[in-house]
């Protein structure tokens, strides 16, 4: 990771796959600010459902005053966070299986 750093700017992404807490309960964590200064520090973080998103853009208005920009409606499922100068983008993918593969591949020697 280090010389990735070094040779220019990595893109870096997270993806959360269980729900954001809400604000009030990731208010009384001691290193609240950490966390989410940290996770905004990617430059893409995924949720599957906007549900599981909400709380985290919650929190980030609500403890570190940012807002952020996007219609999580239009169909899309992409919200920005502008932070540090930078556009952080936040995106909702519902991961999901083909079971017609997963049968065939099981079914196969």
Not at 43 to 69: K, M, N, T, V
Not at 95 to 109: H, Q
Request: with cysteine; net charge positive; glycine share 10%.
């Amino acid at each position: 990771l280090k010389r990735r750093l070094q040779a220019g700017h990595p893109h870096i992404g997270l993806f959360v796959h269980s729900p954001f807490p809400s604000s009030e309960i990731f208010r009384t964590l001691s290193v609240r600010d950490d966390i989410l200064r940290g996770m905004l520090n990617a430059d893409q973080i995924g949720f599957h459902l906007y549900e599981y998103a909400r709380p985290f853009l919650s929190c980030c208005h609500r403890i570190l005053g940012i807002q952020h920009s996007g219609n999580e409606n239009d169909g899309r499922g992409v919200l920005t966070v502008d932070y540090q100068g930078r556009r952080v983008v936040i995106t909702v993918c519902q991961a999901g299986i083909e079971p017609e593969i997963v049968r065939s591949t099981l079914r196969s020697p």
